[in-house]
């Protein structure tokens, strides 16, 4: 049996300017190797789940586990240095460094930690050759196009060889053709390297990319069931 990753247990959310619960207990288990796809409408509540689950931001009520740590619970510092090492993110927006070349742009999370990059050399090759972006490497953000960039975003959240990567919409700023490629090698990346995917997207098409399909809809969950 693949082994359990994340769970939340009862997550609610509710902003200090809103009424209403953006999120109404949500539980749900994420496990080694899944490639999920939570699939809502603008406004759903599905970045905010998203932030939650990868400590970015904290839930009301409820607890969110990662490899049985009680993350809820963590201080900053923890969890910053938790992102940094056992969690990828990718962004819509990609969020490079406008004045960090490529290779900076991947290796930033190792120098943030203190790391020598020189130990990881031979990940940064393998990443790069496998990703396209090998001859990029001495360019900055600016010089690239938008797919070129998200896939360096994406090295970048490969980098450190985490357990689980979260992307929040990740093809939403690119053309159709970009769009498809990455879509396609992010689900190269869930099965060679059989790293964990969570990603929310509005799109039923990116959302069919991946093993599970959950639906949120007014703060709430439903799995789609496979035939």
Do not use: W
Not at 15 to 29: G, K, T
Not at 84 to 92: A, L, M, S, Y
Not at 130 to 135: A, C, F, G, N, R
Not at 141 to 146: A, E, K, Q, T, Y
């Amino acid at each position: 049996m693949s082994e359990l990753i994340l769970q939340a247990e009862k997550i609610s959310k509710i902003y200090d300017n809103a009424s209403e619960l953006v999120l109404r207990d949500i539980s749900m288990s994420v496990y080694e190797s899944d490639f999920i796809s939570i699939l809502g409408a603008s406004g759903s509540g599905k970045s905010t789940l998203l932030s939650i689950l990868g400590g970015m931001e904290t839930a009301t009520s409820g607890n969110v586990y990662f490899e049985n740590m009680n993350i809820s619970t963590m201080k900053e510092k923890e969890l910053a240095k938790l992102r940094r090492t056992k969690i990828g993110f990718v962004f819509q927006f990609f969020n490079l460094a406008p004045y960090l070349t490529v290779k900076e742009n991947i290796l930033l999370p190792l120098m943030l930690d203190g790391k020598q990059t020189k130990k990881y050399e031979d990940k940064f090759n393998e990443l790069t050759e496998y990703l396209s972006i090998s001859d990029l490497i001495d360019k900055l953000p600016r010089f690239l196009s938008g797919g070129e960039q998200q896939r360096v975003a994406i090295a970048r959240g490969l980098i450190y060889q985490p357990k689980i990567i979260f992307l929040d919409e990740p093809t939403g700023n690119l053309d159709s053709k970009s769009a498809d490629e990455i879509m396609v090698l992010l689900k190269n990346i869930n099965s060679d390297m059989h790293t964990t995917i969570l990603q929310v997207t509005h799109n039923e098409t990116n959302a069919a990319f991946g093993n599970r399909i959950i639906r949120i809809k007014d703060g709430q969950l439903t799995e789609d069931t496979c035939e």
